[in-house]
T-cell receptor, first 114, second 112 residues
Framework: DAGITQSPRYKITETGRQVTLMCHQTWSHSYMFWYRQDLGHGLRLIYYSAAADITDKGEVSDGYVVSRSKTENFPLTLESATRSQTSVYFC?????????????FGNGTRLTVT | GENVEQHPSTLSVQEGDSAVIKCTYSDSASNYFPWYKQELGKRPQLIIDIRSNVGEKKDQRIAVTLNKTAKHFSLHITETQPEDSAVYFCAASKTSYDKVIFGPGTSLSVIP
């Protein structure tokens, strides 16, 4: 859906560098999520946010930082990238105002750490 | 926290046959069980979901069943077609909009 966009689509960075992945949604959804996808592990939750200024850790949060100063943005920062963080990262959002709102995913960011 | 297991990890079926993917979850507080389909290079997309107060749900060739007592749920695809080839993820959460925990995925191949 065009309503949730991730940038960049592809990123190559070096070990030890800081890198930020951006996620922007236009629906005013209250919930936003970051997942990483690796072969054999499916989609693993990194961090999520129920509203602006509220964030919670997911299953694999070590080495990642998030912020949610505005409802529409949920950037994910790798403070010091490691090769194990090479992955495809998906941002998603959902609408707590609707009882049947599923996750809406962005197109993903493929990150390679060399 | 919630843990979702999924089997098999890969599945090959002949076109027209049925495919079944099974999942288990650990948190008895989970009430919402969606299934997502991910085609190669694309984002995951919801194909069907079921809530804990329902035992079965159908949508054309796709059906899901839920056994809350046993903490099992399954996806059934009948009359498979080549375009059903994808990775399928089961998941569990307390509500549809809250954090969703995914299983590791099943790669389904439908052979023409």
């Amino acid at each position: 859906d065009a309503g949730i966009t991730q940038s960049p689509r592809y990123k190559i960075t070096e070990t030890g560098r800081q890198v930020t992945l951006m996620c922007h949604q236009t629906w005013s959804h209250s919930y936003m999520f970051w997942y990483r996808q690796d072969l054999g592990h499916g989609l693993r939750l990194i961090y999520y946010s129920a509203a602006a200024d509220i964030t919670d850790k997911g299953e694999v949060s070590d080495g990642y930082v998030v912020s949610r100063s505005k409802t529409e943005n949920f950037p994910l920062t790798l403070e010091s990238a490691t090769r194990s963080q090479t992955s495809v990262y998906f941002c998603a959002s959902s609408d707590a105002r609707q009882n049947n709102s599923p996750l809406h995913f962005g197109n993903g960011t493929r990150l390679t750490v060399t | 926290g919630e843990n979702v297991e999924q089997h098999p990890s890969t599945l090959s079926v002949q076109e027209g046959d049925s495919a079944v993917i099974k999942c288990t979850y650990s948190d008895s507080a989970s009430n919402y069980f969606p299934w997502y389909k991910q085609e190669l290079g694309k984002r995951p997309q919801l194909i069907i979901d079921i809530r804990s107060n329902v035992g079965e749900k159908k949508d054309q060739r796709i059906a899901v069943t839920l056994n809350k007592t046993a903490k099992h749920f399954s996806l059934h695809i009948t009359e498979t077609q080549p375009e059903d080839s994808a990775v399928y993820f089961c998941a569990a959460s307390k509500t549809s909009y809250d954090k969703v925990i995914f299983g590791p995925g099943t790669s389904l191949s439908v052979i023409p």
